[in-house]
């Protein structure tokens, strides 16, 4: 009996032993993301290329993590590229953070990586941008805002428009009510057209303002009767919505054949 007990107890650890799961390998990190890592420059650039075609949220995580960790200027922005590629919002915390940084090229195509993720509270970010110091950067945001921005936005664009950014008055004529579109037209004849051409055309198409509203732009353009503006008004007309009957319409081609080369 107490041999076959024995036995028993055997048999029973041997089954436990083979029943028992192995431990899996410990796996090594993919190579691009290992050579996020290394010391040789041209290796790290590569590997950010690589993950950049991958597509996936671990890759973005891997280069943001590698981004908040710090990289030389070339490698930052192609880094930056990267995630704007890959469309991963788990790389707005670092992405944000250099919209601040000293060096105006990397604020730049942080911005551009910002807009690409559509970055939650992305419209702060840009309002902010409007007060940097690089033309090239301010310039940006107000584009940026044409299509992110909101009517909350219209006041801190006129400050940036009276500090002399002119391509304010797009975001301001396509975001803008009545009275800010209203207020926007006493721009015109104090800044040169060409930084009024686009914000009056898409006032003018703007079937949510009133129509009074836009026959008296139309006015307001009449009584500055350069050539420039005919020629706007000419090719404007045949753009706007509506029947050909349309009120505003008809407006603008007269207003186009009345004033005089």
């Not at 993919?30 to 950010?48: M, T, W």
């Not at 009510?177 to 037209?185: E, H, P, T, W």
Request: aromatic letters at 2%; one cysteine or more.
């Amino acid at each position: 009996m107490r041999k076959l007990a024995l036995g028993l107890a055997v048999s029973l650890l041997s089954s436990t032993a083979l029943a028992a799961p192995k431990k899996a390998p410990v796996q090594a990190p993919p190579p691009e993301i290992a050579g996020l890592d290394a010391d040789d420059a041209v290796i790290v650039r590569e590997s950010i290329e690589s993950l950049g075609m991958l597509g996936t949220p671990a890759a973005a995580e891997a280069i943001a993590a590698r981004l908040s960790r710090g990289l030389p200027r070339d490698l930052t922005l192609v880094a930056l590229d990267a995630l704007g590629i890959l469309q991963q919002r788990v790389a707005v915390p670092v992405v944000e953070k250099l919209t601040r940084h000293r060096d105006e090229t990397i604020r730049l195509r942080a911005l551009q990586t910002l807009v690409a993720l559509d970055a939650p509270h992305l419209r702060g970010t840009l309002e902010r941008g409007l007060d940097d110091p690089s033309a090239e950067v301010r310039a940006e945001c107000v584009q940026a805002l044409v299509r992110h921005g909101h009517r909350s936005s219209v006041p801190v664009l006129f400050r940036a428009l009276d500090a002399g950014e002119l391509g304010a008055a797009l975001p301001i004529a396509v975001h803008g009510d009545d009275a800010a579109v209203r207020r926007l037209s006493s721009y015109l004849g104090r800044v040169p057209f060409t930084a009024m051409a686009e914000p009056m055309a898409r006032a003018l198409a703007r079937e949510d303002l009133e129509r009074r509203l836009r026959l008296d732009l139309v006015g307001r353009l009449v009584e500055l009767a350069t050539p420039e503006i005919k020629y706007f008004l000419e090719d404007l007309a045949g753009t706007l919505p509506g029947p050909s009957n349309d009120p505003v319409k008809r407006a603008v081609s007269d207003a186009a054949f009345r004033i005089v080369d």
